[in-house]
């Protein structure tokens, strides 16, 4: 699998990571959630409500926080030849027990994406992949009662690869279905949907899949990994003729092993062809 560092380049979206557990206690590292910041609402009631309708006084945010601008991570992780998406579960009174994308609030003194690495690892785990930014979601209404901006990021990670760890500010941390999603909070289905149409057109028109592949792959096991991402079924001859005319791909002269059907070949993705067939102009499309 090709590795990306962290923090460089602008293209690549896959990369590999690694977990730690978070330490107890509210450090500077800590997160700022929307859970935690609608847990410090100020107890007192005014007679005047902030807006008309509204049930809510107004944040109370901690003095290093942009009160108008917050973070959201979309991770999808292939998980044997599925496509899912990460997702904390809410543990304030609002949303107890519903589920969101992994985001908070942004720090005066960091960032953008650095924001987004701080958050996504303090609340799940996750740590050292590469996070692209997909697009700004800023509809008036999205967030209750206030008016609030957020700054969407995403990656597309292999999810078999590693557990999680749910921070102090969320009850759960797991994967779930892109096809069987449970009841989201704000906007997070929206910034979803869209996500995946970014996503479904970013692999037919770029090689990002084969990372999620074992460095010795079969043209099944390549199918079935667009299958999942595409959510759609391939018809097997085509496929397989697309692929082999892109000669992208290096025949490593092995079958599979251990296996209790016909053995099948194995193949590499040749990123050095690759790249001198893009210098020449070459479009790769799925």
Same mark, same amino acid.
Not at 119 to 132: A, D, N, P
Not at 150 to 156: D, E, F, K, S, V
Not at 225 to 246: G, Q
Not at 256 to 284: I, K, M, W
């Given at each position: 699998?090709?590795?990306?560092?962290?923090?460089?380049?602008?293209?690549? /979206?896959?990369?590999?990571?690694?977990?730690?557990?978070?330490?107890?206690?509210?450090?500077?590292?800590?997160?700022?959630?929307?859970?935690?910041?609608?847990?410090?609402?100020?107890?007192?009631?005014?007679?005047?409500?902030?807006?008309?309708?509204?049930?809510?006084?107004?944040?109370?945010?901690?003095p290093n926080?942009?009160?108008? !601008?917050? *973070?959201?991570? $979309?991770?999808?992780?292939? +998980?044997?030849?599925?496509?899912?998406i990460?997702?904390?579960?809410?543990?304030?009174?609002?949303?107890?027990?519903?589920?969101?994308?992994?985001?908070?609030?942004?720090?005066? +003194?960091?960032?953008?994406?650095?924001?987004?690495?701080?958050?996504?690892?303090?609340?799940?785990? /996750?740590?050292? !992949?590469f $996070?692209?930014?997909?697009?700004?979601?800023?509809?008036?209404?999205?967030?209750?009662?206030?008016?609030?901006?957020?700054?969407?990021y995403? &990656?597309?990670?292999? &999810?078999?690869?590693?557990?999680?760890?749910?921070?102090q500010?969320t009850? +759960? /941390?797991?994967w779930?279905?892109a096809?069987?999603?449970?009841? !989201?909070?704000?906007?997070?289905a929206? *910034?979803?949907?869209?996500?995946?149409?970014?996503?479904?057109?970013? /692999?037919?028109?770029?090689?990002?899949?084969?990372?999620?592949?074992?460095?010795?792959?079969?043209?099944?096991? $390549?199918?079935?990994?667009?299958?999942?991402?595409?959510?759609?079924?391939? +018809?097997?001859?085509?496929?397989?003729?697309?692929?082999?005319?892109?000669?992208?791909?290096?025949?490593?002269n092995?079958?599979?092993?251990?296996?209790?059907?016909?053995? &099948?070949?194995?193949?590499?993705?040749?990123?050095? &062809?690759?790249?001198?067939?893009?210098?020449?102009?070459?479009?790769?499309e799925?």
């Amino acid at each position: 699998m090709a590795r990306v560092k962290p923090h460089t380049g602008s293209t690549p /979206v896959i990369a590999t990571y690694t977990m730690r557990a978070l330490s107890p206690g509210y450090t500077r590292n800590s997160a700022i959630t929307h859970n935690e910041i609608k847990n410090q609402r100020t107890s007192a009631v005014s007679d005047q409500p902030l807006h008309p309708n509204s049930h809510f006084e107004p944040l109370n945010l901690p003095p290093n926080v942009i009160k108008a !601008l917050s *973070i959201d991570n $979309l991770i999808f992780g292939l +998980d044997h030849d599925e496509l899912k998406i990460l997702l904390v579960k809410q543990t304030d009174p609002m949303h107890q027990g519903k589920w969101a994308l992994p985001g908070g609030w942004i720090r005066y +003194d960091e960032n953008l994406r650095d924001a987004a690495y701080r958050l996504l690892e303090e609340l799940t785990g /996750v740590r050292q !992949l590469f $996070l692209e930014q997909l697009k700004t979601f800023g509809r008036v209404d999205r967030f209750p009662n206030e008016r609030v901006v957020t700054i969407a990021y995403y &990656a597309l990670v292999s &999810a078999e690869n590693y557990s999680l760890v749910a921070g102090q500010a969320t009850a +759960d /941390v797991s994967w779930h279905s892109a096809n069987h999603l449970p009841e !989201l909070v704000y906007d997070h289905a929206e *910034i979803i949907e869209h996500g995946l149409k970014v996503l479904r057109h970013q /692999v037919c028109h770029q090689p990002i899949g084969f990372n999620l592949l074992p460095e010795k792959f079969t043209l099944l096991q $390549l199918q079935a990994l667009y299958e999942a991402i595409l959510n759609t079924k391939l +018809d097997k001859p085509n496929f397989r003729r697309k692929i082999m005319k892109m000669n992208l791909l290096t025949p490593c002269n092995e079958k599979q092993q251990g296996v209790p059907h016909r053995a &099948a070949n194995l193949y590499r993705f040749d990123s050095e &062809a690759y790249r001198h067939l893009t210098e020449s102009g070459f479009a790769f499309e799925i």
